[in-house]
Every structure is written in structure tokens, then in C-alpha cells.
């Protein structure tokens, strides 16, 4: 990922986050896949950042959100999406749109629990956070070689620092707030 002067790419998850949020707290509406999958996007150079510990991660994510960008051009909502799949009755096959938003949400989840550990830690090293977000989020999906591969990448991962600098950050977008989990805006 590049580092464009002035760019915050932490910020613009945020702000896309927070509007999904709005609309699922509103109760009014369905969400629709088009912005979701925007959303989501944004999250890919995260993965990017991360180095080779992540490069599977990244590559099977960009997949998965992409093939529900491409969803977006013919259905609406999210639950449409899961509708259709289960009337199709195709919700485990692989390359459902159903699995990829699973595999989306694991994505999410996985930076969410990444950012939490960021925060909770001391010192530079992100071969901890890391290493518990993998083993809470994509450990328990994954086979033993898959884990020994990934165990091995964790050497290779900037230290936060070097994190943030890709991210053009100075690390006070990552302090805790009141009642949140971190604040990235």
C-alpha cells in the first residue's frame, strides 16, 4: 500500500462503517450489498500492509468482496443474497455468495480483533496481536500446514510503527474511547 501524502485509509473504513451502521440501526432498511461491499473494500490494503503472514488472507478476501460487488449489480439487499442461496440451496458450496460474505465477515472480524490487540499491547511488535487475531479468527478454519505457514510469516511483519507509517497515521487514531472499542476517526 502505498503512502499517499494526506490519505487515511483508517478513516475512510470508519466513515464507510459508520454508515452501514446507520442504516442497520435505523431498522427501516435492508443493507444493500453494493455499499457494503464498498465497505469492505476498503479493508483489503490492510491486509496488504501485513506482509506475506496475511498475503493468502488478502488475496481470498479481495476475491470474496469482489464476487459481492458483482452480486450487487443484480441484488439488492444482503438477505436477498442469502435468500437466493438458500432457495438455490447452495449456502455451503464453495463460491456461494453466501460462504464469500462469510468469508467477508471473517476478514472484518479478523482486522476488528487486530486493531483490538494493537491497542491493548505495549511496545512495537504486532507478532502477538497478530498472532491472537489469526488464532481467534482464521485458526480454527484452517488446516495444520495453513497454521504452520502463517505461524512462520508472523517474523515477518512490520512493527507497529511501520504499520502506522504505511497507514499515514501517528497512532492517536488508535487510542481507546468512551464506550468503544478504538477510535478511528
Known sequence: ??????????????????????????????????????????????????????????????????????????????????????????????????????RVKRGIDMVRVLFEQIIASEGNSLKDPASTAYAQVFAPHHGWAIRKAVAAGMYALPTKAQLLKKLNEDGKCMKPQHGLRWKTI
Open 1 to 102: 500500500m502505498a503512502n499517499t501524502e494526506g490519505e487515511k485509509p483508517l478513516r475512510k473504513i470508519a466513515e464507510a462503517f459508520k454508515d452501514l451502521a446507520a442504516v442497520v440501526n435505523s431498522e427501516t432498511l435492508e443493507l444493500e450489498v453494493g455499499p457494503f461491499s464498498h465497505a469492505c473494500s476498503l479493508i483489503s490494503p490492510l491486509f496488504g500492509c501485513l506482509g506475506i503472514a496475511f498475503k493468502f488472507a488478502e488475496l481470498d478476501y479481495v476475491a470474496k468482496v469482489g464476487d459481492l460487488a458483482e452480486a450487487s449489480k443484480s441484488i439488492a439487499t444482503l438477505q436477498a443474497l442469502v435468500d437466493r442461496d438458500v432457495e438455490s440451496n447452495c449456502v455451503r458450496n464453495a463460491g456461494s455468495h453466501t460462504r464469500n460474505l462469510l
